[in-house]
Nanobody, 129 residues
Framework: QVQVRESGGGLVQAGGSLRLSCTAS????????MGWFRQAPGKEREGISC????????YYSESVKGRFTISRDNAKKVMYLQMNSLKPEDTAMYSC?????????????????WGMGYWGEGTQVTVSS
């Protein structure tokens, strides 16, 4: 069964740090590009970072560039998002997903025909001021 699952969310004060993990199962993780997304209440989903299958190419949105770092361990089938200098506006549900492409300027989503297993259900991050 294809599955990705996020963990590591929580409540943190502004200026603090959190590390999110995305654990994959049921598919060849090392063959897929991966990404992190977030959605705050009342706002559209935002793609904030991605990493290609090898880990050599990454992308960051302007909203997180310089504060967040994406990485992956293909042997463990885990992707990480280290979040530093957190701000109240970073409060959102954070989800991970497999992607069809990741390059320095952005990413490409998997076609819906791949199924919903390649999207996680999310982990909540709340940053207090």
């Amino acid at each position: 069964q294809v599955q990705v699952r996020e963990s590591g969310g929580g409540l943190v004060q502004a200026g603090g740090s959190l590390r999110l993990s995305c654990t994959a199962s049921g598919f060849d993780f090392g063959d897929f590009h991966m990404g992190w997304f977030r959605q705050a209440p009342g706002k559209e989903r935002e793609g904030i970072s991605c990493i290609d299958y090898s880990g050599r190419t990454t992308y960051y949105s302007e909203s997180v560039k310089g504060r967040f770092t994406i990485s992956r361990d293909n042997a463990k089938k885990v992707m990480y998002l280290q979040m530093n200098s957190l701000k109240p506006e970073d409060t959102a549900m954070y989800s991970c997903a497999a992607l069809s492409g990741c390059y320095s300027g952005g990413y490409y989503l998997l076609d819906k025909s791949w199924g919903m297993g390649y999207w996680g259900e999310g982990t909540q991050v709340t940053v207090s001021s």
